[in-house]
């Protein structure tokens, strides 16, 4: 199977400061990949590299084939960052449009609808992005991030901030997307989560790739009533 995200020996320094030190891994259609690791290990910085927000000092980035600069990669690709930043002056709704008309979408209103009310988000609609607080504007973000149908979702830190209502909503979410056959990688400090919904865990530590397994790796390594935190306790020490 060919993967839809391949990394290979990515490099991100900030002058002296290694943030991520040549991490390579794949990512295949229907995965969902926790990224995990201690502050500062350089997850947030892998993603903000993989989707060009920030230039890579080294290495390889692919989205299904194509490299990680060209259009249709980044059609394939969308990324929910740690604090939404979404624009002050357009209401929720012109989000959505937005992002209909830069990624030329037809027929998209219904889903639209239908996400803004399985987040709780309809009576916002017509809401000024400058009106709505932290975790709604995650949700218009995670929304309009879904829209535009990506065959990978990258999520930093998803769950933070969000309520109860919406976290079931979003994993829910993520599991439909397994379903459909995309890929997620979401970097999180919540384990549990990764322990819930990943297939894949990768490790990063000092901007290396120190663990790579599978959950049922993972839970074999943890041993008998072991969990995922165990293990990152025990190979992050
Ligand atoms: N803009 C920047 N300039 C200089 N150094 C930076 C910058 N952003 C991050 N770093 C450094 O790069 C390293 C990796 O940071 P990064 O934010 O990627 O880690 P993280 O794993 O996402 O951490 P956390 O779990 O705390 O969010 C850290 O040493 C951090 O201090």
Same mark, same amino acid.
């Given at each position: 199977?060919?993967?839809?995200?391949?990394?290979?020996?990515?490099?991100?320094?900030?002058?002296?400061?290694?943030?991520?030190?040549?991490?390579?891994?794949?990512?295949?259609?229907?995965?969902?990949?926790?990224?995990?690791?201690?502050?500062?290990?350089?997850?947030?910085?892998?993603?903000?590299?993989?989707? *060009? !927000?920030?230039? @890579?000092?080294?290495? &390889?980035? #692919?989205?299904?084939?194509?490299?990680? +600069?060209?259009?249709?990669?980044?059609?394939?690709?969308?990324?929910?960052?740690?604090?939404?930043?979404?624009?002050?002056?357009?209401?929720?709704?012109?989000?959505?449009?937005?992002?209909?008309?830069?990624?030329?979408?037809?027929?998209?209103?219904?889903?639209?609808?239908?996400?803004?009310?399985?987040?709780?988000?309809?009576?916002?609609?017509?809401?000024?992005?400058?009106?709505?607080?932290?975790?709604?504007?995650?949700?218009?973000?995670?929304?309009?991030?879904?829209?535009?149908?990506?065959?990978?979702?990258?999520?930093?830190?998803?769950?933070? *901030? !969000?309520?109860? @209502?919406?976290?079931? &909503?979003? #994993?829910?979410?993520?599991?439909?997307? +397994?379903?459909?056959?995309?890929?997620?990688?979401?970097?999180?400090?919540?384990?549990?989560?990764?322990?819930?919904?990943?297939?894949?865990?990768?490790?990063?530590?000092?901007?290396?790739?120190?663990?790579?397994?599978?959950?049922?790796?993972?839970?074999?390594?943890?041993?008998?009533?072991?969990?995922?935190?165990?293990?990152?306790?025990?190979?992050?020490?």
């Amino acid at each position: 199977m060919n993967s839809v995200l391949s990394i290979k020996n990515l490099k991100k320094y900030y002058g002296k400061i290694k943030a991520v030190d040549g991490i390579t891994f794949e990512l295949y259609p229907g995965e969902v990949v926790g990224l995990i690791g201690p502050n500062g290990a350089g997850k947030s910085t892998t993603l903000k590299t993989i989707m *060009g !927000l920030l230039r @890579k000092t080294e290495g &390889e980035i #692919k989205v299904c084939g194509y490299d990680y +600069k060209d259009k249709e990669a980044r059609k394939k690709l969308s990324y929910i960052p740690e604090i939404p930043d979404i624009y002050p002056m357009l209401t929720v709704w012109e989000h959505m449009k937005f992002i209909a008309l830069a990624y030329n979408l037809d027929n998209w209103e219904k889903e639209a609808l239908r996400y803004l009310e399985a987040y709780d988000l309809l009576d916002k609609k017509d809401e000024l992005g400058a009106n709505l607080s932290k975790g709604m504007r995650q949700k218009v973000m995670v929304i309009c991030g879904l829209l535009y149908k990506p065959e990978v979702m990258l999520f930093d830190e998803p769950f933070v *901030g !969000l309520d109860p @209502k919406a976290i079931r &909503e979003l #994993k829910d979410t993520i599991r439909e997307l +397994k379903k459909e056959g995309k890929s997620v990688l979401l970097s999180t400090h919540m384990l549990d989560s990764v322990q819930n919904l990943g297939d894949r865990v990768l490790i990063l530590k000092a901007g290396k790739l120190i663990y790579e397994g599978t959950l049922e790796e993972v839970m074999e390594k943890a041993g008998p009533n072991g969990t995922l935190e165990d293990l990152f306790l025990e190979v992050t020490k």
